[in-house]
Nanobody, 121 residues
């Protein structure tokens, strides 16, 4: 059974940072591209970032480029999202997802329960 468990969300002030983690199990992690997506209240699911297998390539939505960094540790079957310079527009529930593409166009059906990120003063 594929399992994805996110952690690290919380309340942060504008300009602050958070690091999200996603522990995975039930599949051969090293063979998969991994992604982060998010969903704000009343909005559609939005692609945030994707990392290729073996971390060869990383791709970002324009809205987070230069502020967020996706990474993964194949020894720990874990993917991370370092988020810096957060703004109120980044407030959303963040999901780790198995799979992805360089453009973010993908059916993110395999994802975790998510972790809430709230950016507010």
């Amino acid at each position: 059974e594929v399992q994805l468990v996110e952690s690290g969300g919380g309340l942060v002030q504008p300009g602050g940072s958070l690091r999200l983690s996603c522990a995975t199990s039930g599949f051969t992690f090293i063979n998969w591209w991994m992604s982060w997506v998010r969903q704000a209240p009343g909005k559609d699911l939005e692609w945030v970032a994707t990392i290729s297998d073996l971390s060869y390539s990383r791709y970002y939505a324009d809205s987070v480029k230069g502020r967020f960094t996706i990474s993964k540790d194949d020894a720990k079957n874990t993917v991370y999202l370092q988020m810096n310079s957060l703004t109120t527009d980044d407030t959303a529930r963040y999901y780790c997802a198995r799979g992805g593409t360089s453009t973010g166009n993908y059916d993110y059906k395999d994802r975790g329960q998510g972790t809430q990120v709230t950016v507010s003063s």
